[in-house]
């Protein structure tokens, strides 16, 4: 199915793209439009986008909110939002000290990528190696 | 939040500002606090206690939007916008307030680094958490990151 967000991915998005492709749609098919752009793509599900469903709720980012809508209750991938959730918002208590190195990264990223698509498909690895790293650690609650 | 330095801006006459104005439900208190504590961290600065304001940059613009979702999430009600200062001067005198901000939290790891059993961890912390709030890049800043780095003890680099 066709996703579609708005331009000049980020930590957040470059986390959802890889989810989707991991775990919920390997045949995604992703459009980005400019900041603000409407109407939306007739067809496509819009995610980090103020106001649609997949999206930043009550003070957490939109991967967050994306493991609540499918029910995926993986605890590495909780861990790996709680990452996203400090690298991309405002947060008081700060847990995952990798959370600074991945924005930065991600932001690096979307600079040596010709385009969002790229960028995208390029943090496939980098969100691989954040997973296999989180699961090699004993879980935290 | 996370690394904001792609944020520092120069402050040039025709900087842009991004505005917030809301309202929120005087209950639940904690909803208003969690607002409020997130304004503070994001260094924005409150004039007559009536708008908060932040030097516009796509993060802060990105920030401040999903604040303004976050408060009507809690039955709150928020207006954002990017505006200029029409007045002259004032763009400086609120650039000034910014880093006077800024400088004055520098200047206080600065002091506590003076003392004998300073906590270089939490003082590195505080660093950290002032530089991203120096949208104007304050050159006290760039002291304090040497001081720092030359207080860590250990070898001589």
């Known amino acids: ?141 | 939040m996370a690394s904001k330095e792609r944020d520092c801006v120069e402050q040039p006459q025709d900087t842009p500002w991004v505005l917030l104005v809301y309202k929120i439900p005087r209950e639940p208190t904690s909803s208003r606090a969690t607002i409020w504590r997130k304004l503070k961290r994001l260094g924005a600065l409150l004039l007559h206690d009536a708008v908060w304001v932040l030097p516009s940059t796509p993060w802060t613009r990105e920030q401040f939007q999903w604040l303004a979702v976050e408060i009507g999430e809690l039955e709150g009600e928020a207006y954002l916008w990017e505006s200029r200062l029409l007045l002259n001067g004032q763009a400086d005198t609120l650039a000034q307030q910014f880093q006077a901000r800024v400088d004055a939290i520098y200047q206080e790891i600065l002091n506590e680094m003076e003392r004998e059993d300073a906590d270089l961890v939490a003082l590195s912390r505080k660093y950290q958490q002032v530089r991203a709030q120096d949208y104007s890049h304050s050159a006290l800043g760039i002291h304090v990151r040497e001081r720092l780095m030359s207080a860590r003890g250990g070898f001589v680099s």
């Open chain 1, 1 to 141: 199915m066709k996703w579609v967000t708005w331009e000049q991915v980020g930590v957040d998005r470059m986390a959802c793209g890889w989810l989707i492709m991991k775990y919920l749609d390997p045949q995604a098919e992703f459009l980005f439009v400019p900041v603000g752009y409407k109407p939306l793509t007739e067809g496509a599900e819009p995610f980090d986008i103020p106001g649609v469903r997949l999206s930043h709720h009550r003070g957490h980012c939109t991967f967050y909110t994306m493991l609540r809508e499918y029910d995926l209750h993986d605890p590495v991938l909780q861990r790996i939002a709680r990452a996203v959730d400090e690298a991309d918002t405002v947060q008081d208590v700060m847990l995952e000290p990798a959370a600074t190195g991945l924005d930065v990264l991600c932001q690096g990223l979307r600079l040596i990528s010709p385009d969002d698509q790229v960028a995208l498909e390029r943090g496939r690895l980098l969100y691989d190696a954040l997973y296999a790293q989180f699961a090699s650690e004993p879980t935290q609650g």
